[in-house]
């Protein structure tokens, strides 16, 4: 993924982790997932960061997975993305986070529990 947001570019991209597998409750293998974040201004890279499930609050759980990441908004320095925590193939539930990524090059990651999941969204 990658879209063009302003003068930056946002690119994600989310690889298994083959180091890391975590079974559902039908025994099924999966792995975890490594999310990869890069934002691009004027040609240079200003942030480049690998997520790992661990780096998110309150999930040690062995069996979640980083299900993935997305854009979100552009709040003027501040890039919002959204993550989730939860159980493999299980894309209901689990914990959602607000990362925020500045241009700067700095980045934080905190629970969101505001997510909105009404079908007009």
């Known amino acids: 993924f990658s879209e063009k947001v302003g ?3 946002v690119s994600i991209a ?4 083959s180091a890391t597998v975590v079974r559902d409750a039908l025994d099924t293998p999966f792995y975890d997932n490594l999310v990869t ?3 691009n201004r004027a040609g240079s890279e200003i942030f480049r960061h690998t997520f790992r499930k661990g780096e998110f609050p309150g999930t040690s759980d062995a ?3 980083l299900q993935g990441m997305a854009f979100s908004e552009r709040k003027g320095n501040i890039l919002v993305f959204g993550a989730q925590v ?3 193939g299980n894309d209901e539930g689990g914990q959602n986070f607000r990362v ?3 241009t700067d090059g700095s980045h934080t990651i905190t629970a969101d529990f505001t997510q909105d999941t009404s079908a007009g969204e």
């Open 7 to 9: 003068d930056c570019t």
């Open 14 to 17: 989310c690889n298994p982790d």
């Open 37 to 39: 974040v890069t934002v």
């Open 63 to 65: 069996s979640s997975i």
């Open 86 to 88: 939860g159980e493999p």
């Open 100 to 102: 925020n990524v500045g």
